[in-house]
């Protein structure tokens, strides 16, 4: 905004109560994290007087006002509110008298943060302010963060403390919305059945060597892991009563790591063995299929992985059947500290507690192989420390498992909102990876609670017919690196574009819920998950300028910038979109099916398609297979496949490829498109851009967002920006092209410069040192402006103009200043008075309405003065004639017709009159004149006389005919 509007918005006396950074589910916002930018709004109570009012933050440094429309106003109040391309907020109050308003104006906190706290200042106009509830911002640093893990770590690792000495009143630490996956050193993505496939390809020999080498490293495994606490009942720890939530998520960030705990009947009888295993401090200890005893080594390849990762094998049985513990008799019980959070309040998407679980699977089936001699390998079940991959049954058919969420020191329990319906319910549990490739291999998943399970629109699970709680995977669930698109296929790893068709989902209700697994093969991985089955609604992406190519939303330092072409030659510079995504799985396993980016370049700029980078969350550009290097290392481990890039113009389509979203790791973080753009090095002028990113699944789940606009002006000089009012809507400017504007400078040299499409011109290479007069060529119908001069002013380094126009006004920063001159339409007055055709008399009650020579009918508001146009007479604003001469002001030159949509009783309607507004002036009111009615029709005495008349005649004739009844 001006100056001069922050000066009025100073006189006016404007003041903000009280102004509160909030998140964006408004809750007060108390520290924020570094390195983590964060889209945050700020709760203003603010009395704003007439007209416009400017709010600005007093450093811009680390926080901005995001631009854009307010649109939680009070429609009653007439005031509007937006953030402009400067970041400024604009109040503009249409009453007359000053109103208190309350509105949310979104900010956006720079990134990093690196200052100890964060204190937002506000201003009005140029004025900083001091206002209540804006307060110190603690800023926590990574190292905070490491720190406080630290200490809660210690906390749960100290088993020898009785439970009752915990740390009361501590601060539960709080979980972001999207927790980030924990990076693999190994492809986490791999599937449970990589087991089966790799064995099948395996020789005898390869077999034997693999059986040897996890004999040799069994020693070093062991004493390399932690001794695990075994107990038999870890449930009694658990208080009466239960806390009631309203959703939880397991998250697949979370871990127990060594602070499991493994009990239940079965454990310490005989062939049954509780294993600790690890990854090892290299996290490469891992094994994507299981022969013999290596199953007591290492950690399987299917789980979360990372350096020192734990899982804990209960080895069920021997060598022979014999020597299997009785399953279907006994439990295994295990404690789970940390498997993700839990919000307790239905207004909050935030799960601002962590959540723990006791799982208890019983009733199990020994696999019938078990039954044949010579069997490779006895019963075990394996259990991750990451809740989320879950367990890995082998040699077992069928279980039951009960699962028992509970509070962060395993004190109480969680009890789930009662089920109703699939729209109302907010927590469900997933089971992922279902699938029936092949017979006598297929797997089911289901619940003991008569519950109905949720499924994805396209899905290859269904609900078995025969028995009652059961649903079967009936799809062939395709690995990583070959092609799922057939009719019954789904890739079945996390992270493919079609996974959710392999799952199901059941409503998490009261306080154990009761599910139960089944696997034809008798060895199948299954994890556990409470994402949802089908795509979620992704978050606005956002857009930002800059010339620096590196991937962060920071660098946006030509959005809102000018560059003077008379110092800068800049020919290229970058737009990024950052699309956000959310978490998989802890939100959902289901990714788009497609992803789409539209852009529009403007007008002067070019891209070429290998100018167009796609990054992923991690701020990595995506690396594609080349071709010719087919089969060599490394190779089969990048996307293999770009997708579609079209450019038409300056219209642009990128449809991402399956690899290209395989890729992508939805972790709650943005991914990008980077595009350098190209343009002529003189070019002069803005550029402004905005795109739009789709996450297209089909059916419910087609969703678009447009991204912000982002603006950058090119200039040489000053901008002269040329409108003229509407003529037929005097509220409204548009741009005039083809102005002409002479420029006088004060050494006597002369220019002429002409607007262009958009209104606007540059007044080049102006020097400080002189002073210019400018007059402009004024457009056919407009009145023209007073010729006004420019200066510089070296105090304020500013161009400052002088003249008694009010049409000519100067805007902008010290780099981006805009002379705006507008023009007004010519407009004149029309007066007319209804009389009597008679006797000349004034005549009330006539209807009229006026029509311009386009055929539009004019409003009019109660001054009467021209407001704009309508298409039917029935919406014009009708003029009432009275006593006095009716006049109409603000008609833009021309002709109109003066129409009589009433006439007054007992007159004709009178004829329709022509009239013309010009610059001469009407100095009397045109007369127009009705006649009345030959027999009048209603009102006035006349009427009496012709009855009274007609009734002495009829009467006179009467009496003729009774005297002379015979005409005689």
Known sequence: MTSFLRTQAQEREASISTATLQD?????????????????????AIEVPEGETVVTLDNEDNAKFKPGKIADLDPNQDITAEVDEEHQLLLNNEQEKAQQVKLTVPIKLADPLLIPALLLKLKLGDTPVDVEGIHEIKVKTEENNAEDKTTEETVVEDKNKDTSTKKKGSQTTKQKKSQKTVTPNN????????????????????????????????????????????????EKRLEAGAIAVHRGQVQIGSWSDNNMEIGGTLIGQKGVEVIPKSSGEDGKKVSGFYVGDNFKENYYVSYQQKPEAHSYAVALGGKSPADDADLDKGTIVVYYPEVGAYTTSNQSEKLENKMGAIVEISNMTAHDKNKETGRQQAP????????????????????????????????????????????????????????????GKHEWAGTRLNLPAKLSDDTLVQADKVNKGWYEGIGEGVYKGDEYTGKNQWGDFLGSTNYERGAVSFPLTDVTQKFMLRSESGFTWQSFSTGSVVPLKPE????????????????????????????????????????????????????????????????????????????????????????????????????????????????????????????????GDPFAFQMRVTFDDDFVGTFRNRAKVAFNSGGDYDFENETNEVVTHFHKGITLKKLGDLPWDPAKNRDLEGVVFNVKASDGGTAQ????????????????????????????????????????????????????????????????????????????????????????????????????????YLKFDDDRKMTGVVDTHEEATRLTSTDAAIKVTGLPYGKYKLIEAKAPDGYVVGTTHKFTVSEKTQDTPEL?????????????????????????????????????????
């Open 187 to 234: 492809d986490n993505n791999t599937t449970k059945k990589v087991a089966e496939k790799t064995t099948e390809r395996k020789t005898e020999e390869t077999t034997t060597k693999e059986v040897a080498n996890t004999e040799n490293a069994k020693t070093s495994s062991t004493t390399s892991t932690k001794s695990l606490q075994v107990t038999t009942a870890p």
């Open 753 to 856: 410069v002409k607007t262009g499409k958009n209104g606007e011109l540059v007044l080049r290479k102006l020097d400080p040192k002189m002073t210019y007069t400018i007059t402009e060529e004024v457009p056919k119908g407009y009145v023209s402006p007073q010729e006004f001069t420019l200066s510089y002013n070296r105090d304020s380094k500013r161009w400052k103009i002088s003249g008694n126009s009010d049409q000519v006004v100067i805007s902008g920063g010290q780099n981006n200043q805009v002379i705006t001159v507008t023009n007004k339409i010519k407009r004149g007055d029309y007066q007319f008075k209804k009389i009597d055709g008679t006797t000349d008399n004034p005549l009330a009650g006539a209807e009229f309405i006026i029509r311009n020579k386009a055929g539009k």
């Open 380 to 439: 075990f079940i394996d259990f991750s420390s990451n809740f989320y991959s879950g367990i890995v049954y082998n040699g077992i058919k069928q279980l039951d498992i009960d699962i028992t969420f509970m509070n962060e020191d395993g004190t109480k329990r969680l009890k789930f909102p009662e089920f109703t319906s699939e729209e109302d319910h907010s927590a469900y549990f997933t089971f992922g990876s279902l699938n029936g490739n092949d017979l």
């Open 928 to 968: 127009i004149k009705n006649d009345p009615y030959s027999l009048p029709v209603t009102g006035g005495r006349g009427i009496i006389w012709f009855i009274s008349l007609g009734l002495i005649l009829t009467l006179s004739a009467l009496a003729i005919w009774r005297t002379h009844p015979r005409g005689g």
């Open 540 to 667: 606005e992406p956002t857009k930002t300028v800059h010339t620096n190519p590196v991937f962060d939303p920071k660098y946006n330092d030509l959005d809102g910038a000018t560059i003077n072409r008379d110092e800068n030659d800049l020919s290229s510079f970058y737009y990024t979109v950052y699309q956000p995504t959310y978490s998989i799985p802890d939100e959902s396993v289901a990714k788009p099916n497609k992803i789409i980016l539209t852009d529009r370049l403007p007008d002067g700029m070019s891209l070429k398609p290998e100018e167009i980078v796609l990054y992923n969350t991690d701020g990595k550009a995506l690396e594609y297979a080349d071709p010719k290097k087919a089969g060599q290392p490394g190779e089969d481990e990048k996307v293999q496949m770009r997708g579609t890039l079209t450019i038409s113009g300056q219209n642009i389509t990128y449809e991402l490829s399956n690899g290209e979203i395989e890729e992508l790791d939805f972790n």
């Open 24 to 44: 964006k589910t408004g809750g007060v916002v108390t520290e924020v994290t570094s390195h983590q930018p964060q889209n945050l709004q700020l709760e203003l």
